[in-house]
Every structure is written in structure tokens, then in C-alpha cells.
């Protein structure tokens, strides 16, 4: 397992990095020396962080698998390599499972599963092919071990999915000794401007069920810690540094998972004892 604690001189590219978590990490390792990339489907903030933070910004539409593999050839003409990939951008509108349209269904698997799906595809070798220490990054949520978040379940689902990948990814790569390390991000409350998420939705979409309510504004919500965007990049670099596979960023938050594990542990529990009641 790879473990990076100094990003200096290291070439790093961040998806969805003109707002939110994306910003936050692609702010830290400009601050400590790395080159970064920030991709982002909307032009006009990517210049401008781009600009402010001092990366380079290349608009990208990571649900189209041609858009992200143009990045990857761009970023390798410009610096030669890369050695750090955050897989970030995701939207999270809300709906009932029930009202939600193919075309729904469509547009958040794209961003949030086929996003990542089209940044490991295109940057995996990339990171493999040079053979110094490498990290592949892909933000999942709290969303990504606990679904009970309502009408947020098709987000829950895009997040189950990329915890799977990613875990899936982060064995294989041990098993052949690589010098890439996989790493799932699961942040908790984050002061971001996914709230807004349908803003990036195609104007020429179809009849949807999605509405988009700003969670910070929910009381109970609101109670809870906050973080701004550059205390996640600061978490994550740490995380980095120790190899760590799983970066959490609201600790606090455990018992949920607990009480989710424990109702699995419990389901093999009766399972066990059906099964030797039979015996």
C-alpha cells in the first residue's frame, strides 16, 4: 500500500473542482506544491478558481467517457504524468425512488457512477505506468454506507455503488502489489454548492421528478458540524499520508453505521440459527 505525504512537484487532477470538496482539495495541493488540474462542467467558475487557486482548469463533462479521456491526454501532453486522481464531481437532487424517470435515473448515474467508472478508465494506466507512488481518490458520501437519507435514495444508490468499485479496485491493486493505492472519500455535512446540483442538469432534459432543496437549511441538518471545503482537503491529504483506504470526515457520525451493521450481524444471526434448526 502506497502512502504519500509529500505532494510537492506531484501532477494532481480533481473532478467537479470548481466548487465544494473538488476546491477544497485542489487547494491544499496547490498550497503544498503540487500541479493541479481541476476539471469542471461549468467554464466560467472553473476559470475563475482556476485562476484564484493558481491550477490549471480544463472543462470536462465526466459523464461522457470522451470528455474524460481528453482530459487525461491533455493533462499527460501538458506535465508528462499523473500521480494523483480525485474522482469528485457528483450531483445530489432529491426525489421519491417511486417518481423519479428513466431520464432521472440516466443523469445521476452518469455523473456520480459512470463519472467515476470514466476516471478510473482513462487514469488508471496513467497512474500505473510510471511506477512512483500513486493515489486514485473517489468520493463516495456517508450516503455510501447508510441509505437512510430521504429523498435521497437514487444519491444513496450512485454512492453504495462507487463504496463497491472503489473497495473492489483497492484489493485488486494490493493483490499485484501496484503502485497505486484506491481510496474512497465518504464526507459527511460540507458547505458546497451540491445543494445546486440541478443548475448542471441539460437544459434539454425531460420531464423530471428531481427538486433541489438546500439541506443546510433543514433544522435538523443545520445542527449538525459543518465543514468548508479546504478542512476536507486537509483530512484528505493526511489520510494520504498514512495510506489510509477509507477517509472519513465526520467521525461522530459512526453510530449510524454501527446500528446498520449491527441489523446485517443480526440478519446472519437468525440465518445462522434457522439454518441449524434444520440440521
Do not use: C
Not at 19 to 38: K, N, P, T
Not at 67 to 89: C, I, P, T, W, Y
Not at 168 to 194: F, K, Y
Not at 233 to 256: C, N, Q
Amino acid at each position: 500500500m502506497t502512502a504519500i505525504s509529500d505532494v510537492s512537484g506531484l501532477v494532481a487532477v480533481v473532478t467537479g473542482g470548481a466548487s465544494g470538496i473538488g476546491r477544497g482539495i485542489a487547494q491544499r495541493l496547490v498550497e503544498r506544491g503540487a500541479h493541479v488540474v481541476i476539471a469542471d462542467i461549468e467554464k466560467g467558475p472553473l476559470d475563475a478558481v482556476a485562476e484564484e487557486i493558481g491550477a490549471v482548469g480544463l472543462r470536462t463533462d465526466v459523464s461522457d467517457a470522451a470528455s474524460v479521456q481528453a482530459l487525461a491526454e491533455q493533462v499527460v501532453d501538458r506535465f508528462g504524468k499523473v500521480h494523483l486522481l480525485f474522482n469528485n464531481a457528483g450531483v445530489a437532487p432529491e426525489a421519491g425512488l417511486a417518481e423519479m424517470t428513466l431520464a432521472d435515473w440516466r443523469w445521476i448515474l452518469d455523473v456520480n457512477l459512470h463519472g467515476v467508472i470514466h476516471g478510473v478508465h482513462a487514469f488508471l494506466p496513467l497512474l500505473k505506468e510510471h511506477g512512483e507512488p500513486a493515489y486514485l481518490v473517489n468520493t463516495s458520501s456517508m450516503g455510501g454506507f447508510v441509505a437512510d437519507m430521504p429523498g435521497l435514495g437514487a444519491y444513496a444508490t450512485t454512492k453504495f455503488a462507487v463504496m463497491g468499485l472503489t473497495e473492489a479496485l483497492a484489493q485488486e491493486l494490493r493483490r499485484e502489489d501496484s503502485n497505486v493505492t484506491a481510496a474512497v472519500l465518504a464526507p459527511g455535512t460540507v458547505r458546497s454548492n451540491i445543494a445546486r446540483s440541478l443548475r448542471t442538469r441539460p437544459a434539454d432534459a425531460d420531464t423530471s421528478s428531481f427538486v433541489q432543496n438546500d439541506i443546510s437549511q433543514n433544522a435538523e441538518l443545520a445542527a449538525l458540524r459543518w465543514l468548508d471545503p479546504a478542512e476536507v482537503g486537509d483530512i484528505v491529504l493526511a489520510a494520504l499520508a498514512r495510506g489510509e483506504s477509507h477517509i472519513v470526515t465526520h467521525p461522530e457520525w459512526y453510530p449510524m453505521v454501527a446500528e446498520h451493521s449491527a441489523a446485517i450481524e443480526a440478519a446472519f444471526g437468525r440465518a445462522a440459527g434457522t439454518h441449524k434448526g434444520e440440521l
